[in-house]
């Protein structure tokens, strides 16, 4: 699991009907509009033309900008069956779900970098992230704050901020977060890059530049990610986050080709803080038909692996993201998880059979901690608890009684254990070199 194991939900629960976007297409794009006949989506899975009305589509004469959703393309997340645990396309036995043989996918020339950040209800979270892009050193690109018809006064803010570089699409209620994501790479019109930052999280002020610099050396790769830290909600660090891999030098990059990669994803996504650290080529992207929005959680996981079967990854093993661990993370979607998980796992490796108890273990563990440092005693214990009938394991009981009984001291412990490895203190050390500047800000 990314980060300490966390969905990224992002708090949108409900997929009302898709109605009038604002926004404006990127400086050097110009925008998209829809012609004459009803749109119908490139990216997401959403068979069903976009009628002329508004269901499930942007109603003709509205003022969007540089939304229209295309027709769909081939390689984007396939049936191959009948439709599996809420719509999720089961994969047809003996057989992914997605291909696996390399295909080359161009990448654009356009240095340009879109960023996407999907966002509901945190304002003043979404504009620390938003201050994090503004601040990076890197300098050719554009924000795409899509929001999720926040309530909170979240548009008002967003148009507040005198800088060029950000734009806002409005959408009148929640799509969710993989449909908001979506509705970013199709605005992105004119950049040949498009990254991805949870509203409650924040970067590096060079992670853009490092990552990019990074894939000028590698003109075969078209997506990239970094190594992430946890931190709390007032950005103190809790733990570095790699993909698992032998620990060589700080900054070092690993070229992971489907070969390498797919084996390290059969048991979870490894991919760390999730969307937060990665930027994809948006040709690549688009290739792929983008996240698929019958899935409410475990979106990234099936869209990595639809990646990683036509282009690399390059991996920059610094920790250049920080994942926010708090209170306001959506918690309406944690059921759905485990059965999400267990709908991309089939879908990607039917033959490895099911989702093993010890996931299901890992999770409610994750959630447990998750609680703990929110101050939710009961739901921590109630996670501990589970995790221990799970595993069979006693001593997660006594994790639910410091958790119900002693929380703080519980958080102390667990962070004790999360920085116990000296190999990385030197990451903690970069994290902790970036993260100082943010808190005082």
């Known amino acids: 699991m990314y980060g300490p194991g966390l969905p990224r939900a992002g708090g949108q629960v409900d997929r009302p009907p898709l109605g009038g976007v604002r926004g404006a297409s990127l400086p050097t794009g110009g925008s998209r509009r829809g012609g004459g006949r009803p749109a119908r989506h490139r990216v997401g899975r959403l068979p069903v033309p976009l009628d002329r009305a508004g269901v499930r589509g942007i109603p003709q004469g509205s003022s969007a900008a540089a939304v229209r959703l295309p027709d769909p393309v081939p390689g984007g997340p396939r049936g191959g069956g009948d439709l599996g645990r809420r719509g999720v396309p089961r994969a047809a036995p003996g057989r992914a779900a997605a291909d696996h043989e390399p295909m080359t996918t161009p990448r654009s020339a356009d240095p340009t970098v879109a960023v996407v950040i999907p966002t509901f209800n945190r304002r003043a979270l979404l504009l620390e992230a938003v201050a994090s892009v503004l601040g990076q050193s890197y300098d050719r690109l554009v924000c795409l704050v899509v929001d999720n018809g926040s309530t909170d006064g979240?548009?008002?803010?967003?148009?507040?901020?005198?800088?060029?570089?950000?734009?806002?699409?409005?959408?009148?209620?929640?799509?969710?977060?993989?449909?908001?994501?979506?509705?970013?790479?199709?605005?992105?019109?004119?950049?040949?890059?498009?990254?991805?930052?949870?509203?409650?999280?924040?970067?590096?002020?060079?992670?853009?530049?490092?990552?990019?610099e990074?894939?000028?050396?590698?003109?075969?790769?078209?997506?990239?990610?970094?190594?992430?830290?946890?931190?709390?909600?007032?950005?103190?660090?809790l733990q570095v986050h790699r993909v698992p891999l032998p620990i060589k030098a700080l900054g070092g990059v690993e070229c992971l080709g489907a070969d390498r990669l797919r084996p390290l994803m059969v048991e979870d996504n490894i991919v760390p803080a999730?969307?937060?650290?990665?930027?994809?080529?948006?040709?690549?992207?688009?290739?792929?038909?983008?996240?698929?929005?019958?899935?409410?959680?475990?979106?990234?996981?099936?869209?990595?692996?639809?990646?990683?079967?036509r282009s690399p990854l390059l991996y920059l093993d610094e920790p250049l993201a920080a994942y926010r661990t708090w209170g306001g993370q959506a918690s309406a979607l944690d059921r759905s998880f485990v059965s999400d998980?267990?709908?991309?796992?089939?879908?990607?490796?039917?033959?490895?059979?099911?989702?093993?108890?010890?996931?299901?273990?890992?999770?409610?563990?994750?959630?447990?901690?998750?609680?703990?440092?929110?101050?939710?005693?009961?739901?921590?214990?109630?996670?501990?608890?589970r995790a221990a009938l799970l595993g069979r394991s006693p001593?997660?009981?006594?994790?639910?009684?410091?958790?119900?009984?002693?929380?703080?001291?519980?958080?102390?412990?667990?962070?004790?254990?999360?920085?116990?490895?000296?190999?990385?203190?030197e990451w903690e050390a970069r994290a902790e070199s970036w993260l100082a500047g943010a808190r005082q800000r």
């Open 154 to 212: 979240t548009k008002e803010a967003v148009e507040a901020i005198d800088d060029p570089r950000v734009r806002l699409l409005a959408l009148p209620a929640p799509v969710g977060g993989p449909a908001a994501r979506n509705v970013g790479v199709e605005a992105a019109d004119g950049a040949g890059w498009v990254a991805f930052l949870d509203s409650d999280d924040l970067w590096a002020p060079d992670k853009l530049q490092r990552q990019m």
């Open 274 to 309: 999730g969307n937060t650290t990665v930027i994809a080529s948006r040709s690549l992207l688009q290739s792929v038909g983008g996240y698929d929005e019958h899935l409410r959680t475990c979106d990234d996981w099936d869209l990595w692996l639809r990646l990683g079967s």
């Open 395 to 425: 001593g997660q009981l006594a994790y639910a009684v410091a958790g119900a009984v002693a929380p703080r001291s519980t958080e102390r412990r667990l962070l004790r254990l999360d920085r116990a490895d000296p190999a990385l203190a």
């Open 214 to 237: 990074a894939l000028g050396r590698h003109p075969g790769v078209a997506w990239a990610t970094t190594a992430a830290a946890s931190v709390t909600e007032d950005l103190r660090l």
């Open 341 to 385: 998980a267990a709908a991309v796992r089939t879908r990607h490796f039917p033959e490895a059979g099911p989702l093993p108890t010890s996931y299901q273990v890992t999770w409610e563990q994750a959630l447990a901690r998750r609680d703990v440092v929110a101050r939710r005693r009961l739901s921590a214990s109630r996670h501990y608890v």
